[in-house]
């Protein structure tokens, strides 16, 4: 089984091509470019509390393009290292929490169940995109996180694989690009309401 992407992510998987060599050049780890994220969050969150809704989320988008050049940049140089990529999982879920923590809080009185209903259902599509492209890896014999493959193996093990390609080409527009995508159309609606 082949993994497909969306127009969105090819486009920016080709313009990530052409940025990772000037990181090459800089001699940049995989460290430095998931601290490149966690500080792009951290200045996101710094413009959401004094109201620069704008550069909150130019650096929010940047935040998450960190993320997505960390791990294309450690694929293409073949630079993976365990540690990396549990550091990259833990800064993820740092940014997610953080953003959404402070965002609730600074905005609580705009948010209301329709908000949360939909961005709860986006973040559960993501996941099981997420999860059924790693069904599709690990059926293709690519190496996947020991943490993921349990995590994933209730799914890879309950659905043919017919069924988890048709259901991954079904979610295709939920990978973890298109929902920063849709979670910052979700808060600029919420900043304007």
Known sequence: MQINYNFFSKHIFNLSNLILPYFKKLNANQYDLILMGLLFNIISLNFLLRNDFILFVLFFYLSHYFNLLNVLYAKKYNIQTKYANNYNKISNWIKLYLTGLV?????????NFKE??????????????????????????????????????????????ETIKKMYNNTIYFDE???????????????LK
């Open 177 to 191: 690009n298109l929902t920063i995508f849709y979670i910052s159309l979700i808060l600029t609606y919420i900043y």
């Open 103 to 111: 965002f609730y809080y600074k905005y609580e009185k705009k948010i």
């Open 116 to 161: 949360i209903f939909i961005t709860l259902v986006i973040l559960i599509l993501c996941n099981l995109n997420y999860s059924l492209k790693m069904c599709i890896k690990k059926e293709n014999n690519i190496k996947i996180d020991h943490i993921l493959e349990i995590y994933v193996k209730p799914i890879c093990n309950f659905f043919s694989s």
